[in-house]
């Protein structure tokens, strides 16, 4: 079966074509500034030379038939006809309380998301719109939406509620919902796998750490407490958010500054974080190259960075009452050596050993960088959130499937 994958955003989609026999990327590729004359497509295709095309795409319906025109493309596609798409799967960013798990599009599901877009305003919308240029596309073919929120609605009430006055949860749901979801479950089942060991047997906490990133605290398989709240500002300090703050600070700067709300805002989600410090970069890689000609700001930045993220590591073995494993994942977890020697020093109090020849191998593959004697695992496992709402996605349309023979086989007999 071949699974399309999308992540649509307001002004732009991504994409991956997978084949499901092997789990493989047939083509990935995007279709960047959408609703303007030189909107930009390209597609990777394993073997081949990139393509890039430059033309005006005004909408997501345009952006979805010239997605589709490029994959089944009679020279640089990888398909016949577009008819070999059997699936479309979506990642949707918020899930609400209403999506604990991946579901099947119908009418009730698409409206559920349009409630929710006050929770994501930025997101849930252009989701809708990816999955409604694809009913256009491709009318007939069934979509699944993958919720990055939905892995963390285990999490217990203690978890999830703000003490706050509790009318605000229940007129506007304010509460912990947490992001990165998709990417947390994906490396915890990798992890498992890796260690040989039973999901439900485990106690991990993983760390997402890329431009957004977050830690979660997983007990036997299921999030119990995750660092990212009602939306992705709270928790580690980021590129360019600063992650958990004194609130008070917002009214303060406001006042002191004769800020607005969006003033501040863009301040705490644009301007904060590893750029605010560093005064210099968002990027991790141009901070530690800063840091290592000498630059004292990215050295602080860097320093920051690693002392927040390791006072969550402290904070979710104590939610968990210990730990067997931590991972890292995303851009920075997966490639800066530095930094998870760095996190992991001080640790040595948990058990926690690193084999340093380990922790500096270059490989995209999923790893233990833990020496023979640490008593807690530390792994390094490449995230993979498309090939997760894939495998959803073929799920959910393999079920739905064999329901509906189910059905037909029962009215049959009758
Ligand atoms: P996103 O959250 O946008 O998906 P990524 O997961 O791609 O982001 O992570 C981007 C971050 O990863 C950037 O800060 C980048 O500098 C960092 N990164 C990528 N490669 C390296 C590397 N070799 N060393 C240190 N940081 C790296």
Not at 46 to 72: C, F, N, Q, W, Y
Not at 125 to 141: C, D, F, R, S
Not at 167 to 182: E, P
Not at 299 to 319: E, H, N, P, Q, S
Request: proline letters at 4%.
């Amino acid at each position: 079966m071949k699974i399309l994958v999308i992540n649509a955003g307001s002004s732009s989609l991504k994409y991956q074509l997978y084949d499901m026999t092997a789990e493989t990327v047939l083509a990935s590729g995007s279709v960047e500034r959408i609703g303007m004359e030189t909107s930009i497509v390209t597609q990777a295709v394993p073997g081949r030379p990139d393509m890039r095309e430059v033309s005006e795409i005004l909408d997501h319906v345009t952006a979805v038939k010239r997605l589709l025109d490029m994959i089944a493309h009679p020279e640089y596609g990888v398909i016949e006809s577009i008819a070999e798409v059997q699936a479309v799967g979506h990642r949707v960013v918020h899930g609400g309380e209403v999506f604990k798990q991946s579901v099947l599009v119908d009418e009730t599901v698409k409206l559920e998301i349009r409630q929710l877009f006050d929770l994501a305003p930025l997101h849930n919308p252009a989701h809708m719109m990816g999955i409604t240029a694809v009913e256009t596309n491709l009318p007939g073919v069934p979509q699944a939406v993958v919720f990055d929120t939905a892995f963390h609605q285990t999490m217990p009430e203690v978890a999830y509620l703000y003490p706050i006055p509790k009318v605000l949860y229940r007129r506007h749901k304010i509460r912990r919902y947490g992001f990165h979801g998709t990417s947390h479950h994906y490396v915890s089942d990798q992890a498992a796998e890796l260690l040989g060991r039973p999901l439900d047997e485990l106690k991990m906490i993983s760390c997402h750490i890329g431009n957004g990133a977050s830690c979660t605290a997983i007990q036997h398989g299921v999030s119990v407490d995750t660092s990212m709240g009602l939306t992705p500002l709270e928790g580690l300090m980021m590129g360019t958010r600063s992650g958990d703050l004194d609130p008070a600070i917002v009214p303060f700067t406001m006042n002191k500054e004769d800020l607005t709300l969006s003033d501040v805002n863009s301040m705490l989600n644009k301007h904060s974080g590893l750029v605010a410090i560093s005064g210099l970069s968002s990027d991790m890689r141009e901070i530690e190259e800063a840091m290592a000609e000498g630059d004292r700001n990215a050295r602080l930045a860097f320093d920051m960075y690693v002392y927040r993220l390791r006072k969550y590591i402290g904070a979710y073995t104590a939610v968990m009452d210990g730990v067997d494993a931590l991972v890292f994942t995303a851009g920075i977890g997966e490639n800066s050596s530095s930094l998870r020697a760095e996190v992991c020093k001080n640790l040595s109090y948990l058990g926690v050993k690193l084999d340093d020849a380990k922790n500096g191998m270059r490989t995209k593959k999923p790893r233990e960088i833990s020496a023979p004697d640490s008593r807690v695992r530390v792994l390094v496992i490449p995230t993979n959130e498309e090939l997760l709402i894939a495998r959803d996605t073929y799920k959910l349309v393999t079920e739905q499937a064999s329901s509906l023979s189910g059905q037909r086989e029962e009215g049959t007999d009758a």
